[in-house]
Structures are given as C-alpha cells and as structure tokens.
C-alpha cells in the first residue's frame, strides 16, 4: 500500500515519511552506529562483515557497499544519516550532493557558487503541466 | 520575571562549524559569510544576556530512529558537545539551566504542550554552530542555554503555527519565572537549502528574502506556509525554517530588526542571520 502525497509531485526528492521510516529503519540504525569511533573503525576495516550485524535487504546493503548515494534513499535511506557512511570515507555533504546530483565535483561546487540551483523548472516532475500554478 | 530580550535567527550549517574549528574563516570562500556575523557578535555580546535558549534539531546524534520526540526540552546543567561521526567539535560543553528549564517543561505541559524532557543529551551542530556564529571562539559560553529540539528528520514536523504557538508559551512562562532573568530565544536551522536527491542544491533566494522581511512586517502569514511548500519552495531541508516560528512566537508583535545578513552558498545551504530586537516592545 503506498500512500499519495503532494508532496510527491517534487522531482529529485525523497521525503523521509511514514513509509520510508518504515522500510528504511535497519539501514538508518547501522548509520548510526558510525557516531562510535570503534564502529567506524570496524566498518573501514571490514565493511561487509560489520553490515552482517544488521538486518538489511540485499539492495540495502548493495547500496552501502557501492556508496550508491542516490539508491540509499530510494530504499528508506535518511540523508542525516546516510552521510555518516560519507563522514567516514572522508566525504562532505557537497560531495554528496553532487553524487546525487549526477554532476562532477567541480560542476556542482560552481553551481552552488553561483547561487545554487534555480526552483525555476524544479518545483514538479511535470514541469509543463504544473509549473509555478 | 524573566524577560526575552531578543530572538536570533541562525542557520546552523555544519560547514560553518569545520570552518572555525579549522580556523578557515578568512579564506575567499569563507569571509563573505564570516564578515557578517561580527555586527551580530558585538550587538549580542554588549546585550550580554544571562541565559539562551536555542530551538534547533537534533540530526542523529542525541537520538536515532528509537525515539523521535516532536518537542524536547533538554533540563540538564551540562549537555556534552555531540560526535556526529567525524568526533566532536573542539568547543567548550554547554551549561544549561536548570530551574528555569524545569519551570518552562512544568509550564509548557500544563499550558498543554506536551514536551518530552531530555535529562542526558549531547548537542550537535544544530546548537553549537548557532552558538559559534553569534559568539564566535571563547573558552566558555558567556550563558547559559535550554535546548529545545523540534523533529524536523522524521516526516512530518510539527507544522508552523504549531511552532509559533510553543512560542508564545515560551513567552508567557518566562514572564512567571520568579528570578529575574535576560533571556534571548535563538530559532535555528534554514534558510533554503536540499541536500538530498537529483534536486539537491536548490536555493530560491527570494523565497527567502520574503520569509525575512515577513518576520517583522507579517509574521503570521509565515505560520500558514504547509510542509509541501517549504520543500517545494525552500527545498527538502528548508523546511527547518519550522524551528523559527517557536522563536518569533516568543517575541511582542513589535518586535524590531535590528540586523539581517544573507549569504549564498554555505556549502549547500543559504545561511542567514537577523537579530529582532524585543526590548521596546509592547
């Protein structure tokens, strides 16, 4: 059962709701645990072997090993705690937010620079029907 | 009584917090946005207030998932600095206070909003770069601080009125404390900003100036902008700005800007800061 939202017109958003928390929570919790220096440093030394001490889904635990940013949160992944994997490899929120972006390091950090991206064009998916009613 | 003198409005970027913990402050990316928080730190530190209380969210540090509260006031006399996971910031504990924060959590819940009251909790950046911006690198905070935490992680926040209205309770408890007390009220978080999806760095910046100007010319049209809006409008995390209704609900109707600064880009964030001025107020 998947619920509608108005929210779910906003294209390139994942908006951490009922049903996200709800399929998202095992992955959020492993997350988590990296606020302790001695689970980050289990986790660099053997990624797959501490992912076993939680109960995520095959693509879940796919998405964490492949730092596939953007899938994370397509299977319940919270930003606020999907970064704590990229805190731990060294990576800032706009490195990640590149990532998701689909745009170079370089690309998005001019962007941004410039004044961030426009909600011109970015308020719907259907940008034709729906823009700026 | 105490008396709320002030309410600050900051964002709590955590980039600004590396920035001056790194002490990159002055470099060409950095000093736009570090130029003008000076104005604000001398303003703050000749009002010199006795106690701060500082509305923000916690971001998966204090809590996880287990247990979201929708409102928590933290009562403890000490609230260590957070590690978010890169270790915690290089910055002095927080001292809080705990008689006033217990007189507002009795006041709150009997005025019917239900807090959750924190006893033990560290704070992340979401209160220590407020508090970094507007005080800059002392040994020890000059005040001290009730942090209230509203959810704005786990969909939905309680939405703007709801906000504005913990305000005004905030307000009217304060004036029943029996100590004489300097309060100033810091709402946190915002301005436009997503750091998530293929949408992530939207900043719509006259979003932003009108939510600004409309603090002190229409403060309570702000309290009917819905969820979707936000996101729609000031991106997925913009919707933060939540969190600065509880600090304009604590203030007189009349209360005046006394200073405003707005800079794009704090990595991906519009950061803002304004001051609103309560004293002369009604």
């Known amino acids: ?60 635990r796919r998405t964490v090993l492949e730092r596939d940013w953007l899938g994370m949160l397509k299977v319940g992944g919270n930003i606020y705690y999907t970064i704590k994997i990229a805190f731990c490899d060294g990576l800032t929120f706009q490195d990640v937010a590149g ?13 941004m620079l410039a004044g961030g991206r426009s909600p011109d064009g970015n308020r719907y998916k259907d940008a034709d029907a729906a823009e700026d009613k | 009584m105490a008396k709320i003198v002030a309410g600050i409005a900051c964002s709590h970027v955590p980039a600004i917090g590396v920035a001056m913990d790194k002490g990159q402050t002055a470099t060409a990316y950095w000093a736009p946005l570090f130029n003008g928080y000076g104005p604000a730190r001398d303003w703050l530190a000749k009002l010199a207030p006795d106690v701060a209380i500082i509305v923000y969210n916690d971001h998966a540090n204090a809590f996880s998932l287990e247990i979201i509260p929708t409102f928590l006031i933290g009562v403890a006399d000490r609230f260590p600095i957070a590690d978010e996971g890169f270790g915690p910031r290089p910055v ?32 992340d950046h979401g209160l220590t770069v407020p508090l970094s911006v507007t005080c800059g690198q002392p040994a020890a905070w000059p005040f001290k601080v009730i942090p209230i935490c509203v959810n704005v992680v786990q969909y939905p926040p309680p939405t703007g009125a709801r906000c504005f209205k913990l305000g005004q309770a905030i307000a009217k408890a304060n004036e029943r404390f029996p100590q004489e007390l300097r309060v100033v009220i810091y709402g946190t978080g915002g301005m436009s900003h997503q750091l998530q999806g293929e949408r992530a760095g939207l900043i719509n910046r006259q979003f932003d100036t009108d939510f600004l100007d409309n603090l002190t010319k229409d403060p309570l049209s702000l309290t009917k902008i819905s969820h979707t809006e936000y996101m729609r409008e000031a991106g997925s995390e913009g919707v933060e700005m939540v969190m600065w209704h509880v600090m304009r609900g604590a203030l007189a109707e009349d209360a005046a800007e006394v200073y405003r600064h707005y800079h794009v880009p704090a990595s991906n964030t519009a950061a803002a800061l304004m001051i609103l001025d309560n004293r002369s107020a009604s």
């Open chain 1, 1 to 60: 059962m998947t619920q509608q939202h108005d929210y779910d017109s906003i294209p390139g958003t994942y908006v951490y709701d009922a049903e996200r928390g709800r399929i998202g929570y095992a992955l959020n919790m492993f997350c988590m645990s990296l606020n302790k220096a001695e689970n980050r440093k289990a986790f660099k030394e053997n990624a797959a072997a501490y992912l076993d001490r939680f109960t995520l889904t095959p693509e879940q």
């Open chain 2, 92 to 123: 002095p504990p927080v001292q809080g206070h705990p008689e006033l924060a217990w007189h507002l959590a009795e006041s709150l819940i009997l005025d019917e909003f239900d807090m959750t009251i924190g006893n033990e909790m560290p704070v």
């Open chain 1, 99 to 111: 990532m998701m972006s689909g745009v170079p390091k370089e690309t998005y950090a001019q962007m």
